[in-house]
């Protein structure tokens, strides 16, 4: 059954609210942006679905350890903690992402303009520095296209720059399954120079089974101002977590007789049966560090105050990983392409370079911005058995070893045209994209070769400004998505490398409407529709290891709509609404046309009604979050992860005395004790799709700030 959307009566609502506050002044700050457009904009003149999470939702109430607290009130954003630290967050737009099964793809992930995903469009949101966050911008839709290759959505992280004198904190934080947290930074400005420095610690013994995780972080920041019009910032980070432990997925059955327990291992031949994770000792180590510089230089522009801009971004890092699998001896036969131990060193780097014009044109500001931008990755790629004459979960016989190089190189093009109540934006990018694989390990064949990918990707967007408190939208894109690293490595259940693997294209279309009601009040929302031909799709899953296939062409039809509205005595509230329906629209091998996405919830919503006293000493609020059924492979045959609702409560308080800022936070989650899937692997082939999410637990945390 094909679903319509009609944005007449929504309009006309909007419309009719909009036009009682027309004349009044709205008193709202504009929401600065500059996702999309490259350039500073305010959020409700631009044509897209764009939200904005501040630093008072990311810092003040949470741990600040998983990007996935902050982003669930964004609509046509999921993003799920998957329990397991050794394999980051499960984040989809829109749908796109959802298959991943272990990081982020599908979706741009990027940090103070710095990709944190990829070349191939991997990316870990783990690399994400919390602590230190000034917002968050979450961009959907057609203009995610602007960003290339894996932009079914957008992700950018703000960090604070040094401002002021200098200040020293320290925080400390707590929560069930012995998770704990501390962090140490400083910041401030001397002279033209700003500095953020972080360190941070955390712990935690897990809620699942073999799910212990210790994550170290380190961040630093510094911002120069050596002449007029100009800025260097300069930042580095790094991320290390040893031996993280990995639970694993599991059954139906095994879920439903306990959420925290692993899959046991039925071959197993001692007395007490382990689990796949217990008896191979899943675990992964990472050791990330990189370093960016941002040069922009202002430049003469039109009269007004407006002017252009050079900016020359450029990066780098490494990235080394050793993980140990759950493969049972059987996938261990002399013509499989790896062992259950994968070992890799990367070194990656890039530049962008854009320049932005800004200039009087036909009675209106014409903005252009004219850029390339290049990215380059390079694996020592090793693969071992994950076992040896006496003992499972130990590194083994040689069974891989190889270089891969991935190389992105895109030009772009964007402009914007703003006259009166008109807003016309179209960009242009042009993606080539390779891949060169130097096998050294020839005794099940050779694997060397190469692929190479090429794509222009338009966009357009109109806006027009219906009243000073209305705005109506349209745009319109073509994407594409090239396979990762990751799902380029294997083809069927044992083969090499999978040369024959496509990207997927898609078309992009959406409308919305951003309505200020009054001084205290917006509302977006926007429908949707998107094409995509060659999904990317799970063609066998175990043990950690995931072959890939382009499919047939899936639809992707939507709607979604935020309100944020403040309506005195101190209380405000927060409604992120998305329904979807993302199908396969032709069939392929058992899977019908209708069949619904694996990993795709229907429907999924956020409410928040909190409240703050007029000193801001106190607040409270109760959050809701709740999603339907998700289905867990292609074929929608399999039980799919239920449905469900859950209510958190947290409350926050902070004093000053002198040069003292205290803050604190108590946080209880899932109060009513529900048991749910918190998110599900994808086309597991041994049907262990379930990840376990924690039932009632609580979090506290207490920060002390002393400003010299």
Known sequence: MQHRFHLNAVAALFVA????????????????????????????????????????????????????????????????????YAQDLQISSRGFGARSAFGVRGVKLIADGIPASMPD????AATFNLDMAERLEVLRGPFSAVYGNHAG?????????????????????AGSDGARKVDVNAQGKAGNVGYVLDASRFDTDGYRDHSAARRDQAYAKLTLAPGAGGKLTITASALRQDNTQDPLGVTWATWRRDPRAGEIDTSDTAA??????????????????????????????IAGGDSG???????????????????SRAFQAPASHSGGVVDFDRDFSGIDVSWVDVRALAGGKLTSTVGIEYGRSQDDRKGYENFTATELGVKGKLRRDETD????????????????????????????????????????????????????????????KVSPVLNVYASAARGFETPTLNELFYSGAGGGFNFGLQPARSTHLETGVKALLGADSRIDAAVFQVKTSGELV???????????????????????????????????????????????????????RGSRLPGVPKAYAYGELAWQSPSRALGAAVETVASARVYAEDSNTEQTAPGYAVVNL????????GGWRFKQFVRLNNVADKAYVGSVIVGDTNKRYYEGAPGRNWQLGARAQYQF
Request: net charge positive; no cysteine; glycine share 10%.
């Open 650 to 657: 947290r409350l926050t308080a902070r004093q000053e005395m």
């Open 153 to 173: 959505g957008v992700v950018q992280l703000f960090t604070r720059d040094g401002e002021g004198p200098p200040t020293l904190e320290t925080s400390l934080s």
């Open 405 to 464: 190089t991935v190389a992105s190189t895109d030009p772009y093009l964007q402009t914007e045209w703003a006259q009166g109540a008109w807003v016309l934006n179209a960009g242009l990018r042009h993606s080539r994209f390779k891949v060169d694989v130097s096998d050294r390990y020839l005794s099940n064949g050779n694997d060397s070769g190469g692929l190479r990918y090429s794509r222009t990707t338009p966009v357009a967007g109109l806006l027009y």
């Open 309 to 327: 801009k050079l900016r020359v971004t450029a990066y780098g890092g490494n990235r080394q990983v050793i993980q140990y699998q759950a493969f």
């Open 272 to 301: 007490i049966k382990r689990t796949f994770a217990e008896r191979y000792n899943t675990r992964k180590s990472i050791d990330h560090q990189q370093i960016g510089a941002a040069w922009e230089q202002q430049l003469g522009g």
């Open 121 to 124: 469009g991997q990316g870990q």
């Open 538 to 592: 799970v063609d066998a899953a175990s043990g950690g290891r995931t072959s890939y296939r382009n499919a047939s062409e899936t639809l992707r039809r939507g709607a979604e709509v935020s309100a944020d509205t403040r309506f005195g005595y101190g209380f405000s509230a927060r409604v992120a609404l998305t329904a979807l329906r993302a199908v396969y629209d032709q069939a392929f091998g058992n899977v019908q």
């Open 17 to 84: 609210g909009a036009a009682q506050q027309a004349a009044a002044a709205t008193g709202e700050a504009p929401v600065v942006i500059v996702s999309g457009s490259r350039v500073e904009h305010s959020s409700m003149d631009f044509p897209a679905a764009i939200d904005v999470v501040d630093a008072e939702r990311i810092r003040d109430s949470q741990m600040r350890v998983n990007a996935s607290e902050s982003l669930a009130s964004v609509p046509g954003l999921v993003a799920q903690n998957r329990q397991n």
